[in-house]
């Protein structure tokens, strides 16, 4: 049988359970080892992608461990209560956003039921037994199945799945927890993008980098090395401008993105920009128990943060000395004003194209009455140009 007639699966959930202190019951009459470990915290969050809407924590729980005689494989049993806390957009990958009615954000309790095979090694152990120097373990070594049950007429479709997934234990700040990619099983066709498409994401890419280079090279580079700008000697000493110094602003802001994901699902990324992923997990106060698994581009987001803020802030210094001249009798604020509204052409322009053509990203989630295009895959919230705009013209 062909390989792309197998079926295939795509993320359901992501699952965050933290643990408390065991209860080593000991040995039983079958040979196994038995301990308890009460679940005290949790969230259950379903993947942007994922049919059903599901963002919910854990009320109580436990996990039953047994490990085998041998010791090298320890059966979990997880069963735990949830309870739905909020859902008030779902984006499905590359089909029209759906805007759902706040009809999951009642307090749904649902059962939810975990068993798995652990495979025990020493990075496990070192994690069981309070190791100072344990590391979180890798994904592959702990698979499980889980199951729902509710009586919510908006979640019972839960209730007629089974879910397959790999598990992992991770340390954070010396806690434990448990987490896991869970993967439903339906038969999916293959996920491709249109090959133009692809080609003009590509060129996307190439002209943001290219763009990019150029801030670099003119801004930062000539500044601080005066020799590069005719590759002659020169008296002139090394500067730092305003300029470099927005560049270098721009590609540390770069993450902001990602970090404002960490509570609402409000970007979206294609996968197929060049990517390694968002580290918005590693930033101050992210929610470790939202999911963090975005494809923000790594060729285009760090060159849209430089061009939209360092470059349209040197782009409208440019235009406002031929303005003054043009239009005398205009005060600053006047000229300041034709620049943002330029401003905000082009980058209503810019990023329309960009979201329409290449659909590298995307707006999951926004303020309906500032929307243009509502429900739609290029929904374009309106305040993106006013901030673009303001950044650029005022910076």
Known sequence: MATDQFPSLEPAFTVRLYPGKDYNIGGILNGEMLSAFPVTSGKVTSEPGFEIPLDAEVVMGSDMARTAPTQTHTHIDVSAILRQVSMEIFQARFVPLICLPDRNNDGALLSYKYTGLVEVDEALVAILTGDPKAKSTSFGKALSHVTFETGSESLKELGMSLFVG????????GVFSIETKFRPAPVLEPDEIETWRLVCLRIFEALSVGV???????????????YLK???????????????RHIIGGLVALCADGFLNCYQYIFMWNSYSINIGVWAKFLPFHNHASSSRYAESLLWGPPMYV???AGFGIVGSKMAMPLRVRFPQLSN????MIV????FV????????????????????TYRPLTLFPEKIYQFPIYESIFIASLGSWA
């Open 166 to 173: 790999s598990a992992r234990f991770v340390i954070e700040d």
């Open 230 to 244: 005719q590759f002659k000697t020169t008296d002139k000493g090394p500067e730092f401008t305003l300029d470099g």
């Open 346 to 365: 082009l980058d209503f322009i810019i990023e329309n194209l960009a979201i329409r053509i290449t659909h590298g990203y995307g707006f999951a989630k």
């Open 307 to 309: 061009y939209f803020c």
């Open 333 to 336: 604020a006047g000229i300041l």
């Open 212 to 226: 990019l280079l150029v801030h670099i090279w003119f801004c930062i580079l000539v500044p601080a090395f005066p």
């Open 340 to 343: 943002w509204c330029i401003e």
